[in-house]
């Protein structure tokens, strides 16, 4: 079975700073993506940024990156210029390319952006 | 943009009670799932519905709970007997189908359900 992990429950930035969110997973499939969401105080699940496996380039959205390691079954997310509004909670998700798609989530990642 | 809508937004409803989440998928998309978060936890998986079906159920997913998609649009999920540990936050979402996998699930607001 597929298992996600992401061992930081918090983290701090200064805005305008970078930071970055680990996550590790762990799976015997080789066709998969990766994604991470936000979700703001709101609770919404907003989709932030994603990565097909069988892609060697990291995916880049604006002032989001994530460094993808395939062979260390490694995802981080680093967000550069850190703004207030990223402050929220982050989820580092795994879906099977096959089956029934189903997402396998992280714990998550609490964010905090410093004024 | 087309999205995934959830109604009610908040549901307090007493213990025992059966309660009805309700979800309109976006219109072209065939896989649609329902997702669980307790207050503080990660989101956890329920079910999965596909061709009219469900195509997959967690453990968590017992017969206290039932999918449907009534009318071709609607898909609601039922809690026949709501305890007090079903108290959480249920999202909607929904896939198209293209390809190996197609694209992202696109996720509701969420139903905030209270059990009292």
């Known amino acids: 079975a597929q298992t996600v992990t992401q061992s930081q429950p918090e983290m701090s930035v200064q805005e305008a700073e970078t930071v970055t969110l680990s996550c590790t997973y762990d799976?015997?499939?080789?066709?998969?993506?990766l994604f991470w969401y936000k979700q703001p105080p709101s609770r919404q699940m907003i989709l932030v940024i994603r990565?097909?496996?069988?892609?060697?380039q990291n995916a880049t959205e604006n002032r989001f990156s994530v460094n993808f390691q395939k062979a260390a079954k490694s995802f981080s997310l680093k967000i550069s210029d850190s703004q207030l509004g990223d402050a929220a909670m982050y989820f580092c998700?795994?879906?099977?390319?096959?089956?029934?798609?189903?997402?396998?989530f992280g714990t998550g990642t609490r964010l905090k952006v410093l004024a | 943009e087309p999205e995934v809508t959830q109604t009610p937004s908040h549901q307090v409803t007493q213990m025992g009670q059966e309660v009805i989440l309700r979800c309109v998928p976006i219109?072209?998309?065939?896989?649609f799932y329902w997702y669980r978060q307790i207050l503080g936890q990660k989101v956890e998986f329920l079910v999965s519905f596909y061709n009219n079906e469900i195509s997959e159920k967690s453990e968590i997913f017992d017969d206290q709970f039932s999918v449907e998609r009534p009318d071709g649009s609607n898909f609601t999920l039922k809690i026949r007997s709501t305890k007090l540990e079903d108290s959480a936050m249920y999202f909607c979402?929904?896939?198209?189908?293209?390809?190996?996998?197609?694209?992202?699930?696109?996720f509701g607001q969420g139903t905030r359900l209270t059990v009292v």
């Open positions: 979402a929904s896939k198209t189908s293209q390809g190996a996998g197609g694209t992202e699930a696109f």
């Open positions: 998700a795994y879906r099977s390319a096959r089956g029934t798609y189903k997402y396998i």
């Open positions: 799976t015997s499939e080789s066709d998969y993506y």
């Open positions: 990565q097909e496996a069988y892609k060697q």
């Open positions: 219109s072209n998309h065939l896989y």
